[in-house]
């Protein structure tokens, strides 16, 4: 998972994004209270931008293959050479360790050949099959039942906009039926900020509101869906 700068400028202008009616509530609990990080706009667009890219990782298991194949290589070539280190006489070859190397050959072969089954345990029910059973399984089922787009506009900001500006995210539309207000601007200002796009393509505004639609009404793709 990617670190997630958040810069300072970047939260400004997402905060002014939603427009003057709307503004931050007070990241303090009273006015010489702690700050509450759970309030701080800065802390949450982290928080959620990160699961956003878990929500990427977790739908495609990509890397582990290529870990797996890479993996397979090391542990075909390494017993190859285990074997014919295996097969010499080593009289005349111990003063150059190569008999240690034969004997490290054959204790860390195991040790990649358990890698790749972990490896093949988490492609096949998810990274936390281990947890309980087979609740990675179900979460990995459970994140793809939407795109992480989805997941972002839907729910994790929808979150952050009712907990940093103290208003519950709705849909306006102007007079002429074109999507705007505060919840779309804000949005449409973190996608442009961390340039979460759909491929090369900015992501539009009736895809935020479908996203937020679906996530009220409980709606989803279907179970495990990778599309």
Not at 54 to 61: G, T, Y
Not at 68 to 95: C, F, N, P, T, Y
Not at 101 to 111: D, Y
Not at 198 to 220: H, M, P, V, W
Request: proline share 4%; charged share 35%; net charge positive.
């Amino acid at each position: 998972m990617p670190w997630i700068n958040i810069p300072t400028e970047a939260v400004d202008r997402i905060a002014t994004s939603v427009g003057p009616r709307v503004t931050l509530v007070q990241a303090n609990q009273d006015a010489t209270g702690p700050p509450d990080p759970n309030k701080d706009l800065n802390y949450r667009l982290h928080q959620s931008l990160r699961w956003y890219y878990l929500a990427r990782e977790r739908r495609s298991d990509t890397d582990k293959k290529s870990q797996v194949r890479h993996l397979g290589a090391i542990l075909k070539a390494g017993s190859k050479l285990r074997d014919l280190l295996k097969s010499q006489s080593w009289d005349w070859l111990k003063e150059f360790e190569f008999e240690a190397l034969a004997f490290e050959l054959e204790h860390s072969l195991p040790k990649a050949r358990s890698l790749i089954r972990e490896l093949e345990m988490k492609i096949e029910l998810g990274d936390d099959y281990a947890t309980d059973g087979f609740e990675g399984k179900d979460l990995r089922d459970r994140i793809r039942m939407r795109s992480p787009f989805e997941w972002l506009a839907g729910t994790y900001l929808a979150e952050d906009y009712r907990v940093c500006f103290g208003r519950e995210p709705t849909l306006q539309r102007d007079t002429d039926g074109e999507l705007n207000g505060p919840y779309i601007r804000f949005v449409e200002q973190v996608l442009v900020e961390f340039d979460v796009k759909n491929g090369s393509r900015r992501f539009g505004r009736e895809a935020i509101a479908k996203a937020l639609t679906d996530a009220r009404k409980g709606r989803y793709r279907g179970k495990g869906t990778s599309a």
